[in-house]
């Protein structure tokens, strides 16, 4: 029972079956043929040397690979979380290598620590704030700024420039300083990074290119004619180390790592459910709040940088047919192999074909298919998916989601202060109560008000409510009751009492009966805590519409025989 609640991947392999294993074999095989040049290339988006980039991925796959509870999600560096990892640190370091490195170590550990203290605290929910379409224009703002930045090694001159737009503006102004022949290796290793996948899809593309161009340098020793190459990479697994810093550093990183970490996971969570909803069983976002946490811990202890799901290697491992964890661990391990004996060749890979790799990342994350979906479906969550992607560009990653996050919110509580409302009639041959407003021909209930409210009633809404119902009893022609359909309103709040008492006062002050059908949940309950339900007494409070209009016809057949009693 604890193995399978807190180590739900350990626990699948000590059940494992030994006929997963050659699926698992050749899908950790493909992965690390994956996760290896994408590794070296991202570690640079971040401005760390190679071999970080592959410090990335060897302890946290094998972390994840034990607590994480997908059994297809590979973990490992995220060109989003480089981005932002990039941006935390880069005004702290100065341009200094190891402090880089410090300050990225810094970084993951936090994340780590976030990701831990949200899965304790059950904050899964959280992943529910990232609707598709912010998540679709952070990514496309990410994938831009990605491709921005990774220009400067297709053309073999350094782009100058703080941000998307000055960086294009740099770039196009010294169009003539193009070192030729890093331009042709470039497109090139673009070129077959885009027709490898189509004409043999099993083939690791990235691999193949990377190792292709490096085979090329080394022969012909192309870096002599001013080819930029990756050089020296320090052979050995990464040490287990604690990071040096101060209180100050910390704090200026917090913000930042609270924004990974909410990038990561859910980005991470995406990948997962998506592809556990194909193989027919559930995620835990709280466990994978923990399970991805202490994974960053590990990337953090082992000189690497903050990792997430990452959607690429996780295609290819389901692609292959990878049956359970062990395929993290395979890929791991291969990994640390290619790292002890295998890192004297990597020195003569260019910069060029690392920067078509980067441009292939930035590529795959912009998303233009879906635009033109959310935009036949919501125009405004169409603008909120580029409002997003200008923010990111403009502002930064954090304070950009942060502004896309704010504007859906506010957006949400426009919808709740002003929701849909209704007068219900019945439509003959339809089932159920319709609005009036757009059925013109269908009929109420002489003298009987029927109003649907259709969302919570809370304090910057109930105003709104008590104006909407008097309204609707004042359109029509000589009301005696109000029956109000309260199905929809999920929560009411203090103010929403007192705005259903100012009502409930204001039509008895016109001789109009007020009357509340369908109650239930959290309306109900604070109905019966403040009072109103006694108040009202069963008479007025009705399980149903129908038990309401019953109730009315014959409280009105009374008065009229109690009226004509009196004038006999």
């Avoid at 059950?122 to 990410?142: M, Q, V």
């Avoid at 950009?400 to 929701?419: C, E, M, W």
Wanted: hydrophobic letters at 55%; glycine letters at 10%; aromatic letters at 10%.
């Amino acid at each position: 029972m604890f193995l399978s609640r807190w180590l739900p991947g350990l626990a699948n392999l000590l059940h494992y079956r030994r006929e997963w294993f050659h699926a698992d074999l050749q899908a950790g095989l493909s992965v690390a043929a994956i996760q290896i040049p994408i590794a070296i290339a991202y570690a640079q988006i971040v401005g760390l040397p190679p071999q970080y980039g592959l410090y990335a991925c060897v302890l946290p796959m094998m972390v994840y690979a034990l607590i994480g509870s997908s059994r297809q999600l590979m973990v490992g560096p995220d060109a989003a979380t480089c981005a932002m990892i990039a941006g935390a640190v880069a005004p702290l370091a100065l341009g200094e290598p190891h402090r880089i490195a410090e300050l990225s170590v810094i970084v993951t550990l936090l994340v780590g620590v976030m990701l831990i203290a949200a899965g304790v605290a059950r904050a899964g929910f959280i992943a529910s704030f990232f609707s598709r379409p912010i998540l679709i224009g952070y990514l496309n703002g990410i994938g831009l700024s990605l491709i921005a930045g990774q220009l400067s090694k297709v053309v073999g001159f350094k782009i100058e420039g703080d941000g998307f737009i000055l960086s294009l503006i740099n770039f196009f102004q010294r169009l003539g300083e193009i070192h030729w022949v890093t331009l042709l290796i470039g497109l090139a290793a673009l070129g077959l990074l885009i027709w490898l996948p189509r004409r043999y899809p099993r083939l690791p593309a990235a691999l193949t290119v990377v190792a292709l161009f490096m085979l090329l340098v080394g022969l012909f020793g192309l870096d002599r004619f001013g080819v930029a190459i990756l050089g020296p990479v320090p052979a050995g697994i990464p040490q287990l180390a604690w990071p040096h810093s101060n209180l100050a550093e910390m704090k200026s990183l917090l913000r930042d790592a609270l924004g990974i970490a909410t990038v990561s996971f859910c980005s991470a969570m995406l990948t997962a459910r998506s592809f556990a909803a194909r193989h027919g069983y559930a995620i835990n976002a709280n466990h994978e709040f923990v399970a991805l946490g202490v994974s960053n811990l590990a990337a953090g202890v082992s000189q690497g940088f903050a990792i997430s799901g990452a959607d690429s290697r996780t295609a290819v491992n389901d692609m292959v047919g990878g049956k359970s964890q062990l395929v993290g661990i395979i890929a791991a391990l291969v990994i640390a192999l290619i790292l002890l004996f295998f890192t004297a060749p990597m020195a003569w890979i260019p910069q060029a074909a690392l920067g078509a790799v980067l441009l292939m990342a930035g590529w795959g994350l912009i998303d233009i298919k879906s635009l033109g979906h959310i935009r036949r479906l919501s125009r405004f969550e169409f603008w909120l998916c580029l409002l997003t992607t200008v923010a990111v560009l403009s502002l930064g990653v954090l304070p950009g989601i942060v502004f896309a996050v704010t504007l859906a919110i506010l957006r949400l509580l426009y919808s709740i202060y002003q929701p849909t409302d209704a007068v219900l009639g019945w439509l003959p041959g339809t089932e159920g109560q319709v609005d009036i407003r757009k059925h013109k021909d269908a009929r109420t209930v002489p003298g009987l008000v029927v109003y649907r409210f259709d969302d919570a009633i809370l304090f910057f809404n109930a105003d709104y409510f008590k104006m909407r119902l008097l309204e609707a009893v004042q359109s029509q022609d000589q009301p005696k009751a109000v029956l109000f359909d309260a199905e929809a309103v999920t929560s009411i709040d203090v103010s929403g009492i007192a705005a259903l008492r100012e009502v409930r006062d204001t039509l008895a002050a016109q001789g109009i009966n007020f009357s509340i059908a369908r109650a239930r949940g959290t309306f109900l309950r604070m109905l019966v805590r403040s009072g109103m339900a006694r108040e009202m007494e069963d008479k007025l409070l009705f399980g149903s519409v129908r038990a309401g209009i019953r109730a009315y016809r014959v409280w009105r057949n009374r008065s009229r025989s109690a009226k004509v009693a009196g004038e006999g």
